[in-house]
């Protein structure tokens, strides 16, 4: 991205602590004095949060792993054109929990879709916008399900095996390795202090 504002993303397997570091970094931008959007995906818009609905619930389990990609990129599309690319050129911050590295990461990794695909898709519907800073909160997956499973009934991902989150933490770290200088790899196995020093650490980069 470049224009006025800055695009934050927030990525992970499951249970990893997005959405309590959310809230973390929110707070850091705000005390910064930026003007700070938050949001998700898939969500962010009314549709999109319908959308959401059909993805995460279970009334069509079963649904192709092409209809979810198409869907996640249906909810992006509209997300970008109201939300996201707006709050951007306003020179705001769009800090986002979740954006395409997840749909490399579940729909690739975890479901086996060609990269070339989610790669049109992503060309298609984003041309050249990218989140400008990604923090990936990266912890072992046996540790990321034992602290998720300690919470509410399983959504259509959550039902997923123990292979399924390896894969996708794997895409993830290679995603890492391939985009250095946009991605922060956080150790989200640490304590809560801990994990939220890394990216304070981070965060200054863009802060100064
Ligand atoms: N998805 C996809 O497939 N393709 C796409 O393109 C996109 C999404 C965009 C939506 O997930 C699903 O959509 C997601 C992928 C798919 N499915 N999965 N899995 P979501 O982001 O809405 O939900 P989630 O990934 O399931 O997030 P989560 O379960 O809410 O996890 P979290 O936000 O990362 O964790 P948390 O709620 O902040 O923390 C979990 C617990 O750990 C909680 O009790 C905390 O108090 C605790 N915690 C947090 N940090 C620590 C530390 N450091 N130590 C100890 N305990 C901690």
Redesign the pocket.
């Known amino acids: 991205m470049n224009e006025k504002g800055f695009f934050i993303t927030l990525e ?10 959310m809230d973390f970094v929110h707070k850091q931008l705000v005390a910064a004095g930026k003007d700070v959007i938050l949001t ?3 969500g962010g818009t009314s549709l999109g949060e319908d959308v959401r609905n059909l ?2 619930g279970h009334k069509h389990d079963g649904m192709s792993s092409e209809t979810e990609l198409l869907l ?1 990129f249906a909810a992006r599309a509209e997300h970008l054109s109201k939300v996201i690319m707006p709050a951007v050129m306003d020179g705001k911050v769009v800090l986002c ?4 590295d ?2 490399y990461a ?2 690739g990794g975890g479901r086996g879709i060609p990269t070339r695909r989610i790669q049109e898709l992503e060309q298609w519907v984003q041309g050249g916008t990218r989140p400008d800073m990604t923090f990936l ?1 990266d912890l072992p997956v046996e540790v990321g399900l034992e ?2 499973g ?2 509410s009934a399983a ?1 259509r ?2 039902k997923e095996d123990m292979a399924f989150f390896q894969r996708v933490r794997d895409r993830y770290l290679q995603l890492a390795a391939e985009y250095p200088q946009r991605f922060r790899v956080i150790d ?1 196995s ?3 202090d801990d ?1 939220q020093q890394q990216i304070s650490n981070a965060l200054q980069e863009i802060l100064n």
């Not at 929990?97 to 395409?100: E, I, L, P, S």
């Open positions: 992970g397997i499951e249970g990893v602590g997005k959405t309590t570091n998700r995906e898939p993805l995460l996640m929990d979740r954006f395409t997840a749909t579940y729909q909160l602290r998720a300690k919470r959504d991902f959550e989200a640490k304590p809560l994990v």
